[in-house]
């Protein structure tokens, strides 16, 4: 899977929060920086692990680090390091 890596100037607007909840950020160029890292897999990552139960939490809390350590973890260290790589993989 390829994660365009967004501009970190450009996600700090209005305009690409507008976009972002219209779903239109891949039609605009701007957003992205040229960049694009490649991963083998992107399976969904449960993104509000606060809300819900406490039961709910624990069970979110537990799928989000075995997805982590299962898909995340063995890719280059500055890859999941780099909050633009999060950014870019949530918002697309």
């Excluded at 209005?14 to 957003?31: A, Q, R, T």
């Excluded at 890292?37 to 039961?55: C, N, Q, R, V």
């Excluded at 624990?58 to 909050?83: G, P, Q």
Aim: aromatic fraction near 16%; charged fraction near 30%; include cysteine.
């Amino acid at each position: 899977m390829e994660i365009r890596l967004l501009n970190e100037k450009e996600i700090k607007t209005e305009e690409f929060y507008n976009d972002f909840l219209e779903g239109n950020i891949n039609s605009k160029e701007e957003y992205f920086d040229g960049n694009v890292i490649t991963i083998e897999e992107a399976p969904d990552f449960p993104i509000y692990i606060a809300k819900g139960s406490e039961d709910e939490k624990k069970v979110l809390f537990s799928r989000a680090i075995n997805i982590i350590s299962e898909y995340y973890i063995n890719i280059d260290r500055d890859i999941h390091m780099n909050k633009m790589f999060w950014y870019s993989l949530f918002c697309n």
